[in-house]
């Protein structure tokens, strides 16, 4: 199974400020042929079920404000919110998708701070 | 707009069976990979396995020997049977839907649309 580790486990940042939420796979999910990352990202607020920010590591879903960016290499990617609001409070998975069983990592949680 | 509803009994007692259904709305099952994850209250998600419209499916290899899941094309419904249930068994369930084949050429393995899920207890 990959491993997804993400760092950290929590996370505060002040309104309006940068934040940078880390995912590392314990192999490489950049499949050659296509050139593409197998990595998503979701964000799942108290109470609610886990909503898709990103896929492909850096595509936005649609919807998704745009402050909300990803990016990455083969194993290290990071989600980066460019301009912390209060709405963007939650916790953060990252998952893999580019080989079963699809795995995630054990969340981030965001704060204001 | 597309709706994802779990259902099913929120207690199931140890060593019996669990039973969920998915019910979808405002569109069709058909072309997508229907998915069931779980998540503990308080701690991460845990990706059950698969099942294909058709009805072909992929299961995690930890769970594969437990868990069943199958599609009713006519009534618009996803089901997971997970036989044996125990105490680690407790958690939300959700089911959640990966695009077509046909979005990106390939199965990709994203979840785009989820379940609002449902909390099964498991008691002795």
């Known amino acids: 199974d990959i491993v997804m580790t993400q760092s950290p486990d929590s996370l505060a940042v002040s309104l309006g400020e940068r934040a940078t939420i880390n995912c590392k796979t314990s192999?490489?999910?950049?499949?050659?042929?296509?050139?593409?990352?197998?990595l998503a990202w979701y964000q799942q607020k108290p109470g609610q079920s886990p909503r898709l920010l990103i896929y492909w590591a850096s595509t936005r879903e649609s919807g998704v404000p745009d402050r909300f960016s990803g990016s990455g290499s083969g194993t290290d990617f990071t989600l980066t919110i460019s301009s912390l609001q209060a709405e963007d409070v939650a916790v953060y998975y990252c998952?893999?998708?580019?080989?079963?069983?699809?795995?995630f990592g054990q969340g981030t949680k965001l704060e204001i701070k | 707009q597309v709706h994802l509803q779990e259902s099913g009994p929120g207690l199931v007692k140890t060593s019996e069976t669990l039973s969920l259904t998915c019910t979808v709305s405002?569109?069709?099952?058909?072309?997508?990979?229907w998915n069931w994850i779980r998540q503990v209250p308080g701690k991460g998600l845990e990706w059950l396995g698969y099942v294909y419209y058709t009805g072909s499916t992929v299961y995690s290899p930890s769970l594969q020997s437990r868990v069943t899941m199958s599609v009713d094309s006519s009534k618009n419904q996803v089901f997971l049977k997970m036989d044996s249930v125990t105490a680690a068994d407790a958690a939300v369930y959700y089911c959640?839907?990966?695009?077509?084949?046909?979005?990106?050429?390939?199965?990709?393995?994203?979840?785009?649309?989820w379940g609002q899920g449902t909390l099964v207890t498991v008691s002795s």
């Open positions: 959640a839907r990966v695009p077509p084949y046909e979005r990106f050429g390939e199965l990709s393995g994203m979840f785009d649309l």
């Open positions: 192999q490489s999910i950049l499949y050659g042929s296509n050139n593409k990352k197998y």
């Open positions: 405002g569109g069709s099952i058909s072309s997508y990979y």
């Open positions: 998952q893999q998708y580019y080989s079963t069983p699809y795995t």
